[in-house]
């Protein structure tokens, strides 16, 4: 099915506080509740989030990167690439994207409707949800870009990806009123004032908070 521009989910199968081993909505998908609050729908990758703290999206695969692409003609959607060192599990990219990163056909970005199990330096059959809109060949190089709502972790105090949700979060350090938050180095899954410029900013923090406590923080996540 190709890429559908649509708005907001309106009714959302799965209450806020539950999870589910059933998938009732695609990876990613937004909802607001009525008091304004914004979620998105996340796969877990693979242990048990923990309420309160910093989401990151799964770590970036660098044998999954700057790959050879092969001739591909346009209006084609699915190709075979070979990864590099490191296998992909079932499905791991699908709702993710192929980015196109040297042309030609550069700086196109092509949905992943889905794909099998791949063993290191083996064979991946791309299936597509858009046709390809440029055609490609050999010069050219792509990324595969897991959708950041699939694989969810806990952040870690060293980046793998970016941050991708919280709300009530977790503060290593104290935080000011208004001040901007970022993704602590320190504390596995909070955030510290960012007057610590080095990490990725996530909000702004809607009361002050005091260290190892938990406060409101206003996303810039969503």
Known sequence: ???QLSGGVQVAAQGI???SADQYHQVGELVHS???RAFRYALAGGTSLVAGQLQQAAAEVTNHQNLTSPVVAVDAVTFDVTLGATLASVNQYAN????ITVTPGVGRAYRISGHAAVAASGTMTVNL???IAVALTATSRLDLVRNPYAGVIVNPTTRTSGPCGVANVLSDGATAVGNFVSASGGVAGSVIDATHVAEPTVGNAMTGIADTEYGAV???LV
Do not use: R
């Open 1 to 3: 099915m190709s890429t």
């Open 17 to 19: 506080h539950t999870s």
């Open 34 to 36: 009525s008091d304004g």
């Open 96 to 99: 993710g994207w192929v980015f």
């Open 129 to 131: 949800s858009d046709p």
């Open 218 to 220: 206003k996303l810039h």
